[in-house]
């Protein structure tokens, strides 16, 4: 059964530096997403992305965080100057279309110190 | 603006009996409704979904929701409970203009007792 698989599974950076997230969505899928869970808190929708460009994002995607679809099967989140309070579980999904169903990769566990 | 409450943050359940785990949302207008499930180290797999049509709607491993409009919930439904449901599970909306711009509830923790 076609997954969307995340790497790594678990991220160590310190305060400051640069981190990218990376996806591989499912292979026909259109849509992409980033959504992240601070523990102990909800999971919060980030940023979607379609036909290259981002579609919608939150109010916590700021000008820290940018995302890229480098080639085709690659979709990639990149922080550029950690905080703390960036620390959370980061989980990519993919859909086939606008109005279809999400599924989820297994997340990658940030931790910023 | 949109919210989705899980008011059960743990539930526990012995194996064998029927569980009900409830959701209630606050939203303009019917939204798209979701239920996912989170087992330890696993990502967010979806039980099922609710976009039209039907107001029970089945899922996977035995899983139904009921979708009623007039209490803005979608309580998720299983007769009989296994040991390996055990797991966290998150009821999710999404308005129809996009339905993946998700919003989660809390989760709510789901034990077994053997």
């Known amino acids: 059964e076609p997954e969307v698989t995340q790497t790594p599974s678990h991220q160590v950076t310190q305060m400051g530096q640069e981190v990218i997230l990376r996806c591989v969505p499912i292979?026909?899928?259109?849509?992409f997403y980033w959504y992240r869970q601070i523990l102990g808190q909800k999971v919060e929708f980030l940023v979607s992305f379609y036909n290259n460009e981002i579609s919608e994002k939150s109010e916590i995607f700021d000008d820290q965080f940018s995302v890229e679809r480098p080639d085709g099967s690659n979709f990639t989140l990149k922080i550029r100057s950690t905080k703390l309070e960036d620390s959370a579980m980061y989980f990519c999904a993919s859909s086939l279309g606008e109005n279809t169903e999400a599924f989820f990769g297994q997340g990658t566990r940030l931790t910023v110190v | 603006a949109q919210s989705v409450t899980q008011p059960d943050i743990h539930i526990t359940v012995s194996e064998g009996a029927s569980l009900e785990l409830r959701c209630n949302y606050s939203?303009?207008?019917?939204?798209?409704l979701f239920w996912y499930v989170q087992s330890p180290g696993q990502g967010l797999q979806l039980l099922l979904k609710?976009?039209?049509?039907?107001?029970l709607v089945q899922g996977i491993k035995g899983f139904e929701a009921e979708f009623k409009r007039s209490q803005s919930s979608f309580n998720l439904r299983k007769p009989s409970v296994h040991w390996s449901d055990a797991a966290e599970y998150f009821c999710?909306?999404?308005?129809?203009?996009?339905?993946?711009?998700?919003?989660f509830g809390a989760g709510t923790i789901l034990r077994v007792k053997s």
């Open positions: 999710a909306v999404g308005p129809r203009e996009y339905g993946n711009k998700l919003v």
């Open positions: 292979s026909n899928h259109l849509y």
């Open positions: 939203y303009g207008a019917t939204p798209y």
């Open positions: 609710y976009f039209s049509g039907d107001t």
